[in-house]
């Protein structure tokens, strides 16, 4: 399967016309017809990603790797020595030895977070006591530098009242449970949270949630607010709202996108999260993927296809992908 990004440089009140940009096509030796769904840089010449299987009749995640360390020159294509039934969520890469792979349990409950200290030739899973409840499901895992980090995952626990956020300031080796009392109540019993979708901003983090909210931590993860971003309701059937995608450019600006059947919807906000206003870009949103331009207070980039928009369902998170 092809698939085909197209770039646009946006900016809170509009988009900014942009010279076309030179792009260098590298292969990536995958077994099976597939792409990249995620992918992070390190260096000039380091990048980790994650590859979904496209060769059946919906992509899916896979429990595999993929690294360059010469600028993209050449790739290798690894696994994840996880259990066969664990696929990755997203992936958080150190340099080029280090890295960590957020997985979930795709045959039922629980989830996993792997580090690579060899260039990804073994994995380990770090934090054994994390999402080991039946409703624990490992959403994120990042790190603001080489020790501090953290992971988050669904509500779950006794009462399952609160999502399950772990810390650690050893470089994985120990892993801290966020205090209950540090973290808000839901606000419906069965909302969770998104793979892959967070934003982070030196000690700032936010996440967002399938009830529309944004959860947002200023200390590093150790405390949380949560705010409503007031996004309409896309599911009447269960007035779920689900946050599509969540980018920051700095500290205090940052939009919330929603993919929805009659196309999306964008929200803003000017103060870390705080409160949300609506935004009717002009142009064409790809509101699947957005990403903050740092250094700036309102110019986001929106990556996505020419084609019709393809949602599809994996496990009880939705991902979304423009596919041709």
Request: aromatic fraction near 12%.
């Amino acid at each position: 399967m092809k698939k085909q990004l197209l770039t646009a440089i946006i900016a809170l009140g509009g988009f900014v016309t942009q010279a076309q940009p030179i792009w260098i096509n590298q292969n990536v030796p995958l077994t099976y017809t597939g792409f990249i769904n995620d992918i992070e840089v390190t260096d000039a010449s380091t990048a980790w990603g994650l590859p979904w299987d496209a060769s059946g009749t919906a992509a899916t995640p896979t429990g595999d790797f993929v690294r360059t360390v010469d600028g993209g020159s050449t790739w290798t294509v690894g696994a994840i020595n996880a259990p066969a039934n664990f696929l990755s969520s997203n992936i958080w890469a150190i340099d080029a030895n280090t890295c960590y792979v957020a997985m979930y349990n795709s045959s039922g409950a629980g989830g996993r977070v792997y580090k690579t200290i060899d260039g990804g030739a073994t994995w380990a899973q770090v934090g054994s006591n994390m999402f080991a409840q039946t409703t624990s499901f490992a959403n994120v895992v990042y790190f603001w530098d080489a020790n501090n980090g953290f992971t988050m995952g669904d509500p779950a626990g006794p009462g399952a009242a609160k999502y399950e956020i772990h810390t650690t300031s050893d470089a994985g080796a120990t892993w801290t449970r966020v205090a209950a009392a540090n973290l808000p109540t839901l606000t419906n019993a069965g909302e969770y949270g998104i793979v892959n979708l967070f934003s982070a901003v030196g000690n700032n983090i936010w996440f967002g949630t399938t009830y529309g909210d944004v959860y947002r931590s200023t200390d590093g993860a150790q405390t949380w607010t949560k705010v409503a971003t007031g996004l309409p309701a896309n599911n009447t059937a269960n007035g779920r709202f689900d946050i599509s995608d969540i980018a920051f450019s700095d500290a205090l600006n940052g939009i919330v996108t929603q993919v929805t059947t009659a196309g999306y919807n964008v929200v803003k906000t000017t103060d870390g999260g705080l409160t949300w206003s609506p935004v009717v870009p002009t142009g064409t949103c790809y509101a699947g993927e957005i990403e903050g331009v740092p250094g700036t207070t309102s110019t986001f980039i929106s990556a996505g296809s020419s084609a019709a928009l393809g949602i599809w369902n994996v496990n009880k998170h939705r991902w979304r992908n423009y596919m041709d």
